[in-house]
């Protein structure tokens, strides 16, 4: 359970980060789609493992 928190509060910590990047960008593509990156939402372009997800590679 201890090791799972710890995953849980490094993805957060990583998250947060992410919302204040200098380089963040108000738009993305994702799975061949232009998306608006919205203020304290999560920014998908900076995880890879993201683009690995099943669903993810291909439009829908």
């Known amino acids: 359970m201890a ?3 710890g995953y849980y509060l490094r993805s957060l910590a990583l998250s947060n980060k992410d919302v204040t990047r200098t380089d963040r960008p ?3 593509t994702l799975c061949n789609r232009e998306w608006d990156l919205l203020d304290d939402v999560f920014a998908p372009i ?3 493992l993201n ?3 099943p669903g ?3 439009p829908a």
């Open 51 to 53: 683009h690995c997800l």
């Open 56 to 58: 993810l590679s291909r």
């Open 3 to 5: 090791k799972e928190q």
């Open 46 to 48: 900076y995880r890879p």
């Open 26 to 28: 108000r738009h993305f």
